[in-house]
């Protein structure tokens, strides 16, 4: 009899143990939460995507914390606001907001000794980065790049000016909404039947960090989002007048290029005396700006600096000009230049430009002047050219190749 006394017992202290496990084990950590607001408010809409929904299970997580005498170390609450706002307002809302969820957690779960950590960001970036990824924005990899390679003060700024406010529209209606948030995490330790160590949340931390309610996606490269772009062009106003040319624009990135041309003609009759010979090359840096620049690399306005080297040979049946001396080496037979242009490049078609440029400098160097006698041609002068005016004027056709171009 005893002995059945004593089986039973061992039977029931057996039961007991065991449920009490599978009660700890039951315990599934919901450790952190998102929460969201509508544009420009920082008042809690219990009936918004779910927030009531989301605020019951985490206050009921920390009950159960609780119960089970873990040691809290805090609540975080982290918020950030979306990039339509100045920055000011962003500031406000994300400080209202984490409040206003710090002030409802105090009212609806009694925790006496659990301190509360607000950290409020205008804007996160790397959260903005993900979604973007995420999403199917045609000009993703425009936006990946203005979000993680232009400075902070300039991105809104590029972003708004992209395809013209098409994009910027586009993730108001779509990314925004899901930047107007707040995580809430609890930290402590020693738990009973604790999956997971939690994760201690540093104010610096971007709050993409949890990827709550995101999918995770794997990071980004901005070196990979670069796009190769260059142009090949000729100036057909050279072309017109019977002088080959061909040059070459490699896009550097944020607007600059760098670019270089070389033209080369050497026509000549001597029974008629008719001398059309030109040969030269140019090198130039250029900052492309404005609207069209932002959506389209190599295109819409720019300015620059060039520099010029070129030796010529010049006369249609009268007084003749060659530039630099006669058989002398490159250096003394060019001439140089340099100065300062400004131009359009205009789009028309998917990978042709047509860009329209005029330098304003200086053109410099000794040249000949010789009339034709006979079969001789006779040396008149020798003079030096110090030209300030005009001494560029370009109308390309520019094919641009590489990357991807809208």
Same mark, same amino acid.
């Given at each position: ?236 106003? $050279? ?6 040319? *061909?040059?070459?624009? @490699?896009? #550097? /990135?944020? &607007?600059?290029?760098? !670019? ?83 131009? $359009? ?6 990978? *042709?430009?047509?860009? @329209?440029? #005029? /330098?304003? &400098?200086?053109?410099? !160097? ?41």
């Amino acid at each position: 009899m005893c002995r059945m006394k004593m089986m039973k017992r061992c039977v029931y202290l057996a039961a007991f143990l065991f449920c009490q496990n599978m009660s700890a084990q039951q315990i599934a950590p919901n450790d952190s939460v998102r929460i969201y607001f509508r544009q420009s408010i920082d008042t809690l809409d219990l009936n918004y995507r779910s927030n009531k929904e989301k605020l019951d299970l985490f206050s009921k997580r920390l009950l159960e914390l609780k119960e089970h005498k873990v040691r809290f170390r805090n609540v975080q609450i982290l918020s950030s606001a979306s990039p339509e706002g100045p920055s000011r307002l962003n500031e406000s809302l994300a400080k209202n907001r984490a409040e206003v969820l710090s002030n409802y957690i105090r009212n609806n779960v009694e925790l006496s000794n659990v301190e509360f950590e607000v950290v409020p960001v205008e804007l996160d970036w790397e959260l903005f980065s993900r979604l973007v990824s995420g999403s199917d924005l045609k000009e993703k990899e425009q936006v990946l790049y203005i979000i993680m390679e232009e400075p902070i003060a300039k991105r809104k700024r590029l972003l708004r000016e992209l395809s013209g406010g098409n994009v910027w529209n586009e993730m108001l209606r779509t990314l925004y909404p899901d930047m107007r948030t707040c995580v809430l995490y609890i930290n402590y330790s020693d738990s009973v039947g604790k999956v997971d160590e939690p994760m201690l949340v540093k104010p610096d931390m971007p709050l993409s960090a949890y990827r709550i309610g995101i999918p995770p996606q794997e990071p980004v490269s901005a070196t990979r989002k670069k796009n190769f772009v260059m142009g090949v062009k000729t100036n057909l106003l $050279y072309d017109a007048l019977a002088v080959p040319n *061909l040059g070459v624009e @490699f896009y #550097l /990135g944020k &607007g600059w290029s760098l !670019g270089g041309n070389w033209m080369y003609a050497w026509w000549k009759s001597d029974k008629v005396h008719r001398y059309w010979r030109v040969y030269g090359g140019e090198l130039d840096i250029r900052k492309y700006f404005g609207k069209v620049a932002s959506e389209r690399p190599l295109s819409g306005h720019h300015i620059g600096l060039y520099g010029q080297l070129l030796t010529y040979d010049f006369e249609l049946g009268g007084r003749g000009y060659i530039g630099g001396k006669p058989g002398g080496t490159l250096w003394e037979k060019s001439n140089y230049g340099g100065g300062l242009e400004y131009g $359009y490049s205009l789009p028309i078609a998917r990978r *042709l430009n047509l860009d @329209f440029s #005029l /330098g304003v &400098g200086y053109l410099g !160097g000794t040249y000949y002047e010789y009339l034709p006698k006979g079969k001789y041609y006779v040396w008149q002068a020798t003079k030096q050219r110090h030209w300030l005016g005009p001494t560029k004027l370009e109308v390309s056709l520019v094919w641009l190749l590489g990357g991807k171009i809208k």
